[in-house]
């Protein structure tokens, strides 16, 4: 058992990490692959999965997400040495075993549910995560759809570090998590069996999360384990086939537009909003709580009173 970790200092740490596997790396050229393959397959049945443009958009807004995480993965490194080194108490420093692993696992996928839950229910988060629903079609690039920003949120996810896990075993969780995501986002995959879709997300079960049907609209929330869902009441059933996207289009294809568009509409409602109350709305409430007031009819009713004013003069 290794319980030396908390004592190594930052450059012995970025060692351990440059030395650990890069499943995302190695897998990359297998995922293109895949992806090669359902667009031929559903291209040879006719079945309406791709769109050239579209495609295109996702592969570059998943480029442009490569590139962010490559520059600021430094930062991220050092944010995660310096709570565990800090922050942890040396009490709950957990031994480097597979069982703490597989835990770091289980509670590093809990808080995926609840950074995901938070991003669908909290405008401000929702502007990172909406760039991943924007696709009005389901294909494995969608996974690819990845906000450029997306790396603020490891904020939820320090408590997996604060409780003593290594910092190794929980980079390695998330390349994993990242990798089980990839095959979910595809219609070519039908019904596994019951057991499966009980206890895992599957592309049966996640389909749902992607449909702007109104009875799935803020459902299945989970990453890896469906069972999430299940326990705090946000699991349902695929009861009918999903309408894929938003329920606001962005009718775009620009992969930075895709990226930002919701925070340029945040800036533009907070302009607009009248009292503090309605700009804490705009930015922190839950997607379209704020409603901005509607310019075309306040003009008509504004030309009403300057008419009402000239015959009086």
């Known amino acids: 058992m290794d319980f030396t970790t908390h004592k190594l200092n930052y450059e012995q740490l970025l060692n351990q990490y440059h030395n650990s596997p890069k499943y995302l790396l190695i897998c990359s050229p297998l995922m293109?692959?895949?992806?090669?393959?359902?667009?031929?397959?559903?291209?040879?049945?006719?079945?309406?999965?791709?769109?050239?443009?579209?495609?295109?958009?996702?592969?570059?807004?998943?480029?442009?997400?490569?590139?962010?995480?490559?520059?600021?993965?430094?930062?991220?490194?050092?944010?995660?040495?310096?709570?565990?080194?800090?922050?942890?108490?040396?009490?709950?420093?957990?031994?480097?075993?597979?069982?703490?692993?597989?835990?770091?696992?289980?509670?590093?996928?809990?808080?995926?549910?609840?950074?995901?839950?938070?991003?669908?229910?909290?405008?401000?988060?929702?502007?990172?995560?909406?760039?991943?629903?924007?696709?009005?079609?389901?294909?494995?690039?969608?996974?690819?759809?990845?906000?450029?920003?997306?790396?603020?949120?490891?904020?939820?996810?320090?408590?997996?570090?604060?409780?003593?896990?290594?910092?190794?075993?929980?980079?390695?969780?998330?390349?994993?998590?990242?990798?089980?995501?990839?095959?979910?986002?595809?219609?070519?995959?039908?019904?596994l069996p019951a057991w499966v879709e009980w206890f895992f997300v599957t592309p049966t079960n996640h389909r749902v999360h992607h449909g702007k049907n109104e009875c799935f609209i803020d459902k299945n929330y989970g990453s890896t384990f469906i069972i999430w869902d299940r326990l705090f009441g946000t699991y349902i059933a695929p009861t009918e086939r999903p309408v894929y996207g938003i329920t606001e289009p962005v009718n775009s294809y620009n992969p930075a537009y895709l990226v930002f568009h919701e925070y340029i509409d945040i800036i533009k409602d907070v302009y607009s909003a009248q009292t503090w109350k309605e700009k804490w709305t705009a930015v922190f409430g839950r997607p379209g709580a704020y409603k901005r007031p509607n310019t075309a009819s306040i003009v008509p009713e504004l030309n009403k009173q300057e008419d009402s004013v000239a015959t009086t003069d």
């Open 32 to 191: 293109l692959l895949f992806v090669f393959l359902e667009y031929r397959y559903t291209q040879s049945k006719n079945i309406k999965a791709y769109e050239k443009k579209d495609l295109w958009a996702s592969i570059g807004i998943g480029s442009g997400y490569l590139i962010v995480t490559s520059i600021t993965s430094l930062i991220t490194i050092k944010l995660i040495w310096g709570t565990y080194y800090y922050i942890c108490p040396p009490a709950l420093i957990l031994p480097k075993t597979w069982w703490s692993f597989l835990l770091c696992f289980v509670v590093y996928d809990l808080l995926r549910y609840w950074a995901h839950r938070i991003a669908h229910e909290q405008r401000i988060w929702w502007a990172s995560h909406v760039t991943h629903h924007s696709s009005e079609y389901y294909n494995l690039t969608v996974s690819f759809r990845l906000c450029w920003i997306d790396q603020v949120k490891i904020i939820f996810f320090l408590p997996v570090i604060v409780l003593g896990f290594d910092p190794i075993h929980f980079f390695i969780a998330h390349q994993i998590a990242v990798l089980y995501q990839f095959w979910q986002h595809t219609e070519t995959i039908k019904e």
